[in-house]
T-cell receptor, first 111, second 115 residues
């Protein structure tokens, strides 16, 4: 099946720092989604991207749909302790109905 | 967020027994998905449905079957549970398919332990 490569696997940062993570695929995707998961909870949708080059913000979060349609980036500015969690990218390959996920980036924010 | 509930939330079962997990959504979403989450593997798609009685396999479908007799309900069955199926199972639902309204909304998860 389609593999999404998400990096880094984990990040340890200080409160106030900016964070960047990315996701790549071996084929062209039509949709990129970014989710956050808190412990014991289901993933929650943060941002949805549908067009190559699209840049979308949600508060301190900004995500971009790569121009090649094979990657996407998520940036978090001025991190705070409640940003702690696992961030997942997800996407749909062109013509597919399957929604596949990356392995996640675990974010730890030190106060 | 979509009104999506999973039951049970926790279950312990013995190897070789059948198990059915239930997912119920109140948003009239066409698409529904079952994932399993394991450390180091992220979320892996088991099966999905694109309409009543319309289902297809995901990347880890062996040992699992699904049924969707109504728009709001999607059942995942482990015909004969094995220890390798110990996992957290998530259901999700969404409006659209390829390239449109693809956002999927998740339930709270079911923690299944096979002993």
């Amino acid at each position: 099946g389609q593999q999404l490569n998400q990096s880094p696997q984990s990040m340890f940062i200080q409160e106030g720092e900016d964070v960047s993570m990315n996701c790549t695929s071996s084929s062209i995707f039509n949709t990129w989604l970014w989710y956050k998961q808190d412990p014991g909870e289901g993933p929650v949708l943060l941002i949805a991207l549908y067009k190559a080059g699209e840049l979308t913000s949600n508060g301190r979060l900004t995500a971009q749909f790569g121009i090649t349609r094979k990657d996407s980036f998520l940036n978090i500015s001025a991190s705070i302790p409640s940003d702690v969690g696992i961030y997942f990218c997800a996407g749909q390959e062109g013509g597919s109905e399957k929604l596949v996920f990356g392995k996640g980036t675990k974010l730890t924010v030190n106060p | 967020d979509a009104g999506i509930t999973q039951s049970p939330r926790h279950k312990v079962t013995e190897t070789g027994t059948p198990v059915t997990l239930r997912c119920h959504q109140t948003e009239n979403h066409r698409y529904m998905y079952w994932y399993r989450q394991d450390p180091g593997h992220g979320l892996r798609l088991i099966h999905y449905s694109y309409g009543v009685k319309d289902t297809d396999k995901g990347e880890v479908s062996d040992g699992y079957s699904v049924s969707r007799s109504k728009t709001e309900d999607f059942l995942l069955t482990l015909e004969s549970a094995t220890s390798s199926q110990t996992s957290v199972y998530f259901c999700a639902s969404g409006r659209g398919g390829p390239g449109k309204n693809t956002e999927a909304f998740f339930g709270q998860g079911t923690r299944l332990t096979v002993v």
